[in-house]
């Protein structure tokens, strides 16, 4: 296929497969300026399925660069008539496909408490819409390709950063098969198949080791899901929220996680790298953190939202030996690197990993031990020689991953 017929099916898989339009469907895509290439194939796919809107939103990382260098604080919240557009569209079934190209380093030189009082204040704005996302209420999906800037930090050597970036974007989201669709729908079943695995094992808790220092015991509560690859909204339609995904995952218990993990990747997160870090836990909060690079992003994470943002939201196990993990490519991009790594989440869990979760109450959550935050922050903690022990209620150990990889 020509790098146009590639990108053409990339918007194909994100319709068809990532968002599932329907008849009648309202479509909005997010997309850098750069890409308006991908962002109009994507608008023709979501027609072609029979959308009746296709709202395309545009943002550019050179002017968000300069509001984050110039305009006060204050003036980037998020408008009123910003929350109340997306507030309707949201209570209108409004189905997202989100294009995530980002620069990592792009706020490398703006004050770093002037972005955490921006995020916060956006976050906390947003935090009702983003209920939409967080219970399956709407459907969404991520996917990404290339920008200049970030592709240049991914491939800093080659010639042509661009487009290699695209290609390793066209192989880990199964562009590059013979039938891509037939390809996701293989490795739906396949992560499927292991989430049934886990939950049949109702887990009490999670023992995490591995030579690089992490000693780490993460506590699941009663009931909890564990989820792969698919959900669906509240009309029943299933949809993929992140393109690619490799991933098997649910909530931890927000008051049962103790001891130590190390990243075992950079985090990109707000326009900062944050590498080699690793953060301590105590009864669920975590009491103690470092880092070589970007540890003042990282304490601005942990103290976003008090000690919400110091729990973790949801736990993730994706094997060492998998297709991003092997493509030997650091993304810098959390879309990708989470699906090459086992990891786990600051922040706010999902309401749908847990049995009745999506109907609960913010108290009834609480109550059963689920984390809820205006953040959810995804940092990546596999590596090659991690091992996972899994114990059960009546105090059996099972092993879950044995070096790296699915025990």
């Not at 994100?14 to 909005?28: F, L, M, P, R, S």
């Not at 800093?156 to 950063?161: G, H, R, T």
């Not at 292991?194 to 591995?210: A, G, P």
């Not at 984390?371 to 099972?398: A, C, P, Q, R, W």
């Amino acid at each position: 296929m020509s790098l146009q017929e590639k990108i053409s099916m990339l918007a194909e898989l994100a319709v068809k497969i990532g968002v599932n339009v329907q008849k009648g469907d309202i479509v909005e895509v997010q997309t850098p300026v750069e890409r308006v290439n991908l962002a109009r194939e994507v608008v023709q796919k979501a027609y072609d399925a029979g959308a009746k809107k296709v709202i395309v939103t545009y943002f550019d990382d050179e002017v968000k660069l300069l509001n984050y260098t110039y305009a006060p604080v204050e003036a980037l919240n998020v408008p009123d008539y910003e929350y109340e557009k997306y507030e309707t569209l949201l209570k209108n079934d409004l189905k997202q496909i989100f294009i995530k190209a980002v620069d990592p380093e792009l706020l490398k030189d703006v004050d770093p408490n002037k972005i955490a009082k921006v995020e916060q204040a956006r976050a906390t704005k947003m935090q009702p819409l983003k209920n939409f996302r967080m219970n399956d209420i709407t459907s969404w999906t991520i996917i990404s390709a290339p920008t200049e800037r970030w592709a240049k930090k991914v491939f800093p050597n080659s010639e042509n950063p661009v487009d290699d970036l695209w290609e390793a974007i066209f192989e880990t989201t199964r562009v590059n098969k013979e039938n891509p669709i037939e390809s996701w729908n293989k490795n739906i079943e396949t992560l499927t198949t292991k989430s049934k695995w886990l939950n049949e094992m109702e887990f009490e808790s999670l023992h995490y080791t591995s030579s690089n220092g992490t000693d780490l015991v993460i506590g699941l509560p009663k009931g909890h899901i564990w989820r792969a690859a698919y959900t669906a909204n509240r009309k029943g339609e299933t949809f993929v929220p992140n393109m690619p995904t490799e991933e098997v995952y649910t909530m931890p218990n927000r008051n049962f996680v103790n001891g130590r993990v190390y990243s075992s990747k950079p985090l990109a997160n707000n326009g900062n790298v944050i590498d080699e870090f690793w953060v301590e836990f105590k009864d669920g909060v975590v009491v103690d953190f470092d880092a070589k690079v970007g540890k003042s992003a990282l304490e601005n994470i942990l103290n976003q939202d008090g000690d919400k943002s110091k729990r973790l939201g949801e736990v993730a196990l994706v094997p060492y030996d998998s297709p991003i993990s092997n493509s030997n490519v650091l993304f810098y991009n959390t879309l990708f690197d989470e699906n090459a790594s086992c990891h786990i989440a600051l922040g706010a869990a999902y309401p749908t990993t847990i049995k009745g979760g999506n109907e609960m109450s913010p108290e009834e959550l609480l109550e059963n031990n689920v984390n809820d935050s205006i953040i959810h922050v995804d940092f990546m903690i596999g590596t090659k020689d991690l091992n996972i022990v899994g114990k059960k209620y009546d105090g059996t150990e099972v092993p879950v991953f044995k070096d790296g990889n699915w025990a």
